[in-house]
């Protein structure tokens, strides 16, 4: 898991949903302005659960639902085209934000 504030910095759509045994993966559209703080393997929160991105896109990002984390949150009862909240990792803010002002 990641530091999670419970501050939604935007929200996403569910572009697909796939299965991946044992459990799903989910493709999640983002708006551009949060792409800079996503790296692959990097942490995301939807809708308040932690979890890691396997495949980083231009403007969505995909995660893997492992089966307990189906059953015990919202996640499993998600249908293509439902929006979610998007939270991202603490820590890649911060080190965006100190990079961006530094000049680096």
Excluded at 57 to 73: A, M
Excluded at 83 to 104: F, L, Q
Aim: net charge positive.
């Amino acid at each position: 898991g990641h530091i999670i504030t419970g501050h939604v910095d935007s929200r996403g759509k569910v572009l697909l949903i796939s299965q991946k045994k044992p459990g799903k993966r989910l493709k999640v559209s983002f708006p551009p302005e949060l792409r800079p703080y996503f790296i692959p393997e990097g942490s995301v929160a939807l809708n308040g659960v932690s979890l890691t991105i396997a495949r980083l896109n231009p403007s969505s990002f995909d995660v893997e639902l492992i089966p307990i984390t189906l059953k015990n949150s919202n996640l499993g009862n998600l249908k293509r085209g439902d929006a979610v909240n998007v939270e991202c990792d603490m820590i890649g803010k911060y080190v965006y934000n100190w990079i961006s002002k530094d000049g680096r």
